[in-house]
């Protein structure tokens, strides 16, 4: 059986185009450059994609029933995004991470259900990493709520 909690850190930089306005997801990406269409992307130049994730992570995160949380910590402080893994995750993504209001999940979906898209992040981080110098780290956590002790 996999662990209870799992782990990952991501590493990744601001962008000047970064907007988040986006209403029903916000994203990661691999890729370096941000046009002013990007409204969701909140960081470039990640360090990790889906497909990159460990094997302990993909394991909790891709039951329904698991509980993920990303925090987001930058020059301008941190916000934390709580949602849900599901068994139709695949994690096949080699450039893009995307954490959802909805249930729709393809190859770069992380993270589904949750209770923030990019509008919602706090404005003083998102403001801070409009500079393309301004380090945004990431760390999502997966837990598998089968292993909390019902005595």
């Known amino acids: 059986m996999a ?11 601001g962008h000047p185009n970064v907007r988040a306005t986006h209403r029903s997801t916000f ?3 691999r890729e370096d ?15 990790k994609s889906p497909s990159m994730l460990s094997d302990g ?9 698991s509980i993920i949380v990303a925090v987001l910590c930058g020059p301008g402080g ?4 709580v949602g849900r893994g599901s068994r139709r995750l695949s994690f096949t993504s080699s450039v893009r991470m995307v954490f959802r ?10 993270m589904v259900g949750a209770d923030k898209a990019a509008v919602d992040l706090d404005r003083r981080l998102i403001r801070s990493l409009r500079s393309g110098e301004a ?7 997966a837990f598998d709520p089968s292993c909390m002790s019902t005595a």
């Open 3 to 13: 662990g209870c909690v799992a782990y990952e850190y991501v590493s990744a930089r």
């Open 27 to 29: 994203e990661v990406t």
């Open 33 to 47: 450059n941000l046009s002013p269409r990007g409204d969701c992307i909140v960081g470039v130049s990640a360090d």
């Open 57 to 65: 992570f993909r394991s909790i995160a891709g039951r329904d029933d």
């Open 78 to 81: 941190c916000d934390a995004v």
């Open 101 to 110: 209001r909805s249930m729709y999940v393809d190859g770069s979906t992380v």
């Open 135 to 141: 380090r945004l780290q990431l760390v999502l956590i």
